[in-house]
Each structure stands twice: as structure tokens, then as C-alpha cells.
């Protein structure tokens, strides 16, 4: 997958017309169903279902037509409209919330990054599906961590998951031979990570070192796997869950700002104008690596998607050529090794006309064949235990079991009603330090600044 996944962004006025548009051809006769259940529907229903297409990659677009035609022949009278919402993964979420927002343009189903739960909950966007669930004898299947990610604040669940995902350093194999690094290479800290890419600069010319998203047009990408990968590795974080407080002022902060300056103003990343391309996560997996353009890699699990026989750019040379090793923390200490895992649920609008009929087509999304095939195609991490388990998903992909295993450092984003906007203030201050607008003290400044405007002074607490 592009990155995955995962904020939101301006520009949606302009979008407004345009899903006005789109849902409005999108209408068909619907049933009303009753607001909770998790029965059968009560009769024949038009369901639409909505997700991001974005790039060249036809993954999902595949698997929802193989589901959709799964689903119609089970249940005669009803159809399945999909609805691909093609934008960049900040647009998505601006489209998909618009949608939301009406009955007379909202989805019965909708692909949801469990990082906004809570705050598409806050905004009355979302249905709790508790009632659904407790009918499910499939629920028991899904891993505990998996149905946590799913579930707010309020202790109600909002979301079926269908995978997760890891965070790591690839590295391609040649280039590195080429650049006299090692082909097993197992960095300790950022400074290992930085002289890596010093060296692929001096011995290999015309490839990108090192490439880290950072600025407003990659979004989520940024923040979660550019700088939050980098955050983790310090003796600080984002967010202090013992005091219930967001951190500002941490040293740790400003030492991940200055790893971003570092990359770019020593030129071992791409230029600030390439990197603020809003195409970079896709051409980071069709273009630049299988093309061989790019040295190392601070990316997901799931990249390697594009380049599987029913990727983007099918590149079966993938799993010799490219190294995958663990992004290190900042100086080797605490787990010596940093990860952020996120994930995608299925759910269903608060204004959805058919629930019921969308809890069934979900039941189907993940039924187990579905759910196996979805995370081997999709290069996901399994969330259902029989899936896991599964011989077919195990041996799917070369490096399905080192990604797995991430899981055991892993952290996941403090996803709270504000996490979006503070998501957004990580963004701009990355941002305003590549490109060179501001200093790491001053984009920092301004971080904490806007952070204690957002959640208030009194919950914000300081870094160590």
C-alpha cells in the first residue's frame, strides 16, 4: 500500500462540490434498517461502501469486487455500490468526513483509520457496533490489541480491523555493495543511520540516500512514520499516559526536528520540493526502489505490496535485493529498536440507511478466507488469530515474519480527539525545518505553543 496510511488536511471546500457530486450519482433505493441489531436485514438493500484509491496500486479495488460479488450472490435483491474516493490519504479523510456528515450523502460502510475514532466520534460521524459484536461468534478471533485500536474512549467499539501494520528501515542490497556497506546491516542509533547515508551520497551519486516523509502534502505519513519513528527513539514521547497530559518542551522533540534539518540541509534525503511532492509514498514504492533511485527507506510493513504479482509494479527481484532491519533509537538505548503500528477498520456512519445491511457485508469482508486473502494481497499484518496462523499468510511474503515481529517494541499514536490537530502542528514544524522557514528552537517554539492552545495549557505537561 501507499502510506498508510494515515490526516486531515485543507482543501475541503474543494472537495465539498466534488463529493456532493459523486454521492449523488451514487444514489440508489434503500431499505431503512433499525439503528442497532446485528440479525439479517430485513430486506434487499443497496450498500455502498467507501474507500481510498490513491496512486496505481488496484489491491482493494480488487478484493471489494471480489467481495461485492460474494455478497450480492448471497443475498439476492441486494446490491453492493463502491465507492472509490481517489485522493491523497490528507484528502481522503477530508472527503470521507464530508460524506459523513449527511444522510443524504453518507456511505453504510467506510474504510476508517483507527487514528480518527475518536475524533469522528466527537464529530457524531461514527456508529458503535457493541451490539453487532456480541452476536459475532468471529469476534474471539481478532487479537486483543486489534480490537483495542478499534475502540474509543467511551469503551464502545467502532470498528472492525482488518490488518496492522510495523514500521522499519528498508535498504536495497545493491546499492549498498556499491557504496561498501554491509549487506547485513544491523544500525545501533541515528548517527549509524546518518553515516549510511553520508556514504551513499559520496560513493553512489544520482540515488536518494535516505528518504523520511516529512511536510504537509505526505500528511500522516509524516508525522506517524517520518517523525514519530524518530520521537519514540528518545527518552520522551508524544503523550505522558500516566499524567494524561501531551509533552511540550522536550529535548526529544527538538532532537528529532534536528535529525529532520540534518537530512536535509546535508542533502541525504530528497530535495524539499520532491519531498513535498503529495505523490512521494507512491513513487517511493513503484519508482524509486524497484527502480533502484533510493538507498534506504524509513517505511511500512506494507510497501512490499506494490511490488507482489498483484501490485503496483510487480518486481519479483524485491526479495533479494531489498534489506529490512529495525529503525534504532536515538543513542541504542530503552528497547534498542523503534516501531509505530496504526491500522484500518471497517465501520459504519451514525447516518448510515442501512446498517444492518452493512454490519452483514462486513461480517463478509472479514470472514476468514477474506481476511486471509485481504492480508496476504495487501501485505498486512493479521489481526485474526486464524489468519496468523495461517501456512499460505506465514510463507506470503520474505519478510512478513520480521515485520510480525516489530510488534513486540511497537507503539501506537496516542489517538485521542486531539490527536489530528496536534498531528497537523508536527507536521508544520517538520516542515518549516526542512525547508528551512525556521529553526529547530523556533519550529519547536511554536509546536508547544499550539498544542497548549489546542488541549489547553493544564494538559500538557513537560518533556524530560
Known amino acids: 500500500m501507499v502510506t498508510r496510511k494515515r490526516f486531515k ?9 466534488l463529493l456532493l457530486a459523486v454521492a449523488a450519482c451514487s444514489q440508489g433505493s434503500t431499505t431503512k434498517q433499525p439503528e442497532a441489531g446485528g440479525g439479517q436485514s430485513s430486506g434487499p438493500a443497496n450498500i455502498k461502501i467507501a474507500y481510498q484509491q490513491w496512486g496505481p496500486g488496484t489491491t482493494m479495488k480488487n478484493f471489494l469486487a471480489g467481495v461485492k460479488t460474494e455478497y450480492e450472490a448471497a443475498n439476492p435483491g ?3 455500490e463502491v465507492l472509490p474516493i481517489v485522493a491523497s490519504e490528507n484528502d481522503y479523510y477530508t472527503k470521507l468526513q ?3 456528515r449527511s444522510p443524504n450523502t453518507a456511505p453504510d460502510v467506510v474504510y476508517e483509520d483507527t487514528f480518527l475514532i475518536n475524533s469522528d466520534i466527537t464529530a457524531g460521524y461514527l456508529r458503535p457496533l457493541d451490539d453487532y459484536l456480541k452476536d459475532w461468534d468471529q469476534w474471539g478471533q481478532f487479537e486483543e490489541s486489534a480490537k483495542g485500536a478499534a475502540k474509543a474512549l467511551d469503551g464502545k467499539t467502532y470498528g472492525v480491523p482488518d490488518g496492522t501494520d510495523t514500521r522499519a528501515l528498508w535498504y536495497n542490497k545493491q546499492i549498498f555493495a556499491k557504496a561498501g556497506l554491509p549487506a547485513d546491516w544491523q544500525p545501533k542509533t541515528w548517527d549509524d543511520v546518518l553515516s549510511a547515508a553520508r556514504t551513499i551520497k559520496e560513493k553512489v551519486p544520482g ?14 505519513a509524516s508525522a506517524m512514520q517520518g517523525f514519530e519513528m524518530l520521537l519514540y527513539g528518545t527518552k520522551d514521547s508524544l503523550y505522558n499516559s500516566d499524567q494524561q497530559k501531551w509533552v511540550v518542551g522536550s529535548q526529544g522533540f527538538k532532537d ?3 535529525f529532520v534539518k540534518t537530512v536535509f540541509s546535508e542533502g541525504i534525503g530528497p530535495t524539499p520540493k520532491q519531498a513535498l511532492d503529495p505523490n512521494m509514498g507512491s513513487k517511493v514504492g513503484t519508482e524509486l526502489i524497484p527502480e533502484g533511485k533510493l538507498g534506504i527507506a524509513l517505511d511500512g510493513s506494507w510497501i512490499y505490496g506494490n511490488w507482489q504479482k498483484t501490485g503496483a509494479k510487480p518486481w519479483p527481484q524485491w526479495t533479494e535485493v531489498m534489506g529490512q532491519t529495525a529503525m ?3 543513542d541504542g538505548g530503552g528497547k534498542g529498536k523503534v516501531s509505530l ?3 484500518w477498520t471497517w465501520a459504519i456512519p451514525a447516518k448510515s440507511k442501512n446498517p444492518d445491511a452493512a454490519w452483514n457485508l462486513i461480517k463478509t469482508l472479514q470472514a476468514p478466507k477474506n481476511a486471509a486473502k485481504y492480508a496476504t494481497d495487501g501485505a498486512q499484518i493479521a489481526v485474526r488469530k486464524d489468519v496468523a496462523a495461517d501456512e499460505g499468510y506465514k510463507s506470503s511474503a520474505k519478510s512478513t515474519q520480521f515485520f510480525t515481529d516489530l510488534v513486540s517494541v511497537t507503539v501506537y499514536r496516542p489517538a485521542y480527539a486531539e490527536y489530528p490537530k496536534v498531528s497537523n502542528e508536527i507536521i508544520t514544524a517538520m516542515e518549516a525545518v526542512m525547508t528551512g522557514q525556521s529553526t529547530v528552537d523556533e519550529a519547536a517554539k511554536n509546536y508547544d505553543e499550539a498544542v497548549e492552545s489546542i488541549v ?3 494538559k500538557t505537561t513537560s518533556g524530560q
Do not use: C, H, R, W
Not at 488536511?9 to 462540490?17: D, E, I, N, R, T
Not at 540516500?209 to 500522516?220: A, C, I, L, V
Open 9 to 17: 488536511a485543507a482543501g475541503a471546500l474543494a472537495a465539498s462540490a
Open 78 to 80: 441486494s446490491t453492493v
Open 98 to 100: 464530508l460524506m459523513m
Open 207 to 220: 540515488v536518494i540516500p535516505f528518504n523520511m516523509y516529512s511536510g504537509k502534502p505526505m500528511g500522516e
Open 256 to 258: 528529532s526536528l534536528n
Open 328 to 330: 534504532p533509537s536515538q
Open 341 to 343: 503500528s496504526g491500522g
Open 456 to 458: 489547553g495549557k493544564d
